[in-house]
């Protein structure tokens, strides 16, 4: 053994160790530095006519992970030094820096820890974890496979199908090459030993772990090498020969791969049949993880993928620029989600005060529920008991949870499945489960659905009428949505609501298409005793609403509510026609009307209508939705999951909830109330 010092004396106990890089695995290392001291402290002495090895001094240093053992004579001259770990694995972790492995469920039970289970150092400061899962995870922003905090990089992937999450964490400034590859192997392989019902894999996991780690650094150093010599470049190449640099962890495993249900729907490692870019020998390029990663969204499950709501985002904020594309994307992402569709049962209605069994709701305002409780909207509805509607409803649901065996559940976004699981597992007593600091999980999750409920632009309707009117125009909301969504009944609640603040308003019967559709506005006018612009029907609405427009002007009404058609988002000459009525009138508030009801099938309905305005638009300026009116409120429950969903995909904000026949059942959104059910 060659030795890059020699000492004249003894090695004081804080004698730093020169030790010269390891380039071999540290196990063959220390063995052969073993080897190779006891051979030259023996043969040593004897070659130099020292005294013989029973006369050497053999002394030994700890120093944390290290261990050195000297060999020293009577002349206080080192003779040998080897260099040996008490625990080779825990050397690699430390000289490679992978700071931890973190496999969990997506209730946040954390199932194996490579901290946990092989001893390594506790992450320093607020765990990067942590705020992986606050800032992107549960926010379901998880397009990109890394993400940094502080000093560290993360990257992860996910079983979905078994709702598993695997994290690995390391020094940002390290630019770890085999870090993806790992990540991959690691859930292929856990996948196969997982068990729902097991909650500590610390004894089985281990082992296969530091070997897979091992593999995967080996197959790193292989293509370092191999780079440097070739100066290769990435090939696109079949994954199939990902796994040939190291041993298939399916044969490890007797072959076993898909008994776990780890189909590869989001196989970022590369399951046959899919191309990801790999180096010529076989190794994955981390430089692309990128593009084959995460969430369904490049190539994996359209179930588990999050919409692309940035550019809708950017498209909001540039005001047209762009917009098909950014329509092209939506439509992409969410007709990959779409749910099957509801059919709607006819709906009959108790004239009495709703018996509400939740309510999330703040009053629209204290004035509005003192008074005209007693008057019933579209009273020309035939009756039938809610309570009846609502459990058939539920029964239904049911049924088809049992029927598609859980399926429903898988369909569900992150959210969902995540507090789904999170309250069962948090209520079930099993003290040997540790949780991923349930409390501060929970506090991050309530922090990141205020953030998402709490919309970005606020939108005071009573103050802007006021500026309106300074202006000396009348303040427009035109109201969009589907078929009998209740476009009609709300509007004459907001009207109703308008009235207790002593505005004037005036209504504009633009639903020209559907009969009965100008009676029924004007049936409403009647009992505000507010006035009604009407032109019966087959008028073009964007003519009637301008004519409106230019009427209210006239007679100084504060406010113009202007009603539409009902209209699929699909439909596209209806679509156009509501994107030119919208154009030609520059109304102050285009209000996408939606039933709470229909869950995620009012997502969809948005993402569409605002797609068709950006697609139809004629004017350089889009205009797309400002904000949501929720109606139906009172017969969901606790399923406000959609209110969620559509306040995060939109950006815009639930103004109104609607939740009763009367005018005075509509609300503020109370935001608090519905992230507390979330966490119930
Ligand atoms: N329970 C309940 N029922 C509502 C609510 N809002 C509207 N409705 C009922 O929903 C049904 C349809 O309402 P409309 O106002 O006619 O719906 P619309 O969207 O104007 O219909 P179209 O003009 O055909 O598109 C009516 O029976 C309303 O009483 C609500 O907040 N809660």
Known sequence: MSFPFSPPLALPKDFPIPFPPLTQRADEQT???????????????????????????????????????????????????????????????????????????????????????????????????????????????????????????????????????FVAVYQRMLHLLYVDDLLAAVRKEFSQIYDPKRTSYDDAYNEIFRQLHLEAEARSEEMKKNKQLTGSRPTRVSTNKITQGGRDASQRSGGAAKKNGDS?????DGDAGKEHRVQENGLRDNSHARAVVVNGKENGDPNDGA?????????????????????????????????????????????????????????????????????????????????????????????????????????????????????????????HMVHLSEVKALAAMEEALLRILTPRRSIDILRDVHAAKEHGKPYIIVFVGVNGVGKSTNLAKVAYWLLQHNLSVMLAACDTFRSGAVEQLRTHARRLQIPIFEKGYEKDPAVVAKEAI?????????????????????????????????????????????????GNDAVDQLTKFNQKLADLSTVPTARLIDGILLTKFDTIDDKVGAALSMVYISGAPVMFVGCGQSYTDLKKLNVKSIVKTLLM
């Not at 309570?387 to 992150?414: M, P």
Request: hydrophobic share 35%; net charge neutral.
């Open 264 to 268: 590869g729907k989001n196989d970022s």
């Open 31 to 165: 063995k052969a530095a073993k080897f190779k001291f006891n051979r030259e402290a023996g043969a040593i002495p004897r070659q130099n006519n020292h005294p013989p090895a029973q006369q050497i001094d053999v002394g030994g240093i700890e120093d944390g992970h290290w261990s050195a053992t000297t060999a020293v004579d009577p002349h206080r001259r080192v003779l040998g030094l080897y260099r040996a770990l008490s625990d080779p694995y825990r050397f690699r972790s430390s000289v490679d820096m992978l700071e931890e492995l973190l496999i969990f469920t997506r209730g946040g039970l954390i199932l194996w820890s490579s901290c946990r289970a092989l001893g390594g150092a506790a992450l320093k400061g607020s765990s990067p974890i942590d705020a992986l899962i606050r800032s992107c995870l549960l926010e379901e922003r998880s397009a990109d496979a890394s993400f940094s905090q502080d000093n560290y990089a993360l990257k992860w992937t996910f079983n979905n199908d078994l709702g598993l999450v």
């Open 307 to 431: 919409f692309d709501v940035n550019k809708l985002h950017k498209l909001r904020k540039n005001k047209g620029g762009k917009k098909n594309d950014v329509a092209v994307n939506v439509a992409k992402n969410t007709s990959k989600t779409k749910p099957e569709k509801i059919t709607k049962k006819n709906r009959i209605w108790d004239d009495k005060p709703s018996n509400k069994k939740l309510d999330f709701t703040d009053p629209a305002d204290e004035r509005g529920d003192e008074v005209i409780d007693q008057v019933v909207v579209n009273q020309g509805a035939s009756m039938m008991d809610k309570d009846d509607v609502l459990s058939s409803d539920s029964d239904e649901e049911e049924e088809d949870e049992k029927e598609n065996g859980g399926a429903s559940q898988k369909k569900k976004g992150w959210f969902s499945s995540m507090f789904k699981r999170s309250s069962v597992e948090r209520w079930s007593e099993k003290p």
């Open 550 to 598: 230019q009427e209210a002007t006239r007679n100084k009404s504060d406010v113009v509510l202007v009603d539409t058609a009902g209209r699929m988002q699909d439909n596209e000459p209806l679509m156009r026609a509501l994107s030119k009525l919208i154009n030609l009138n520059s109304p102050d508030l285009v209000l996408f009307v939606g039933e709470a009801l229909v």
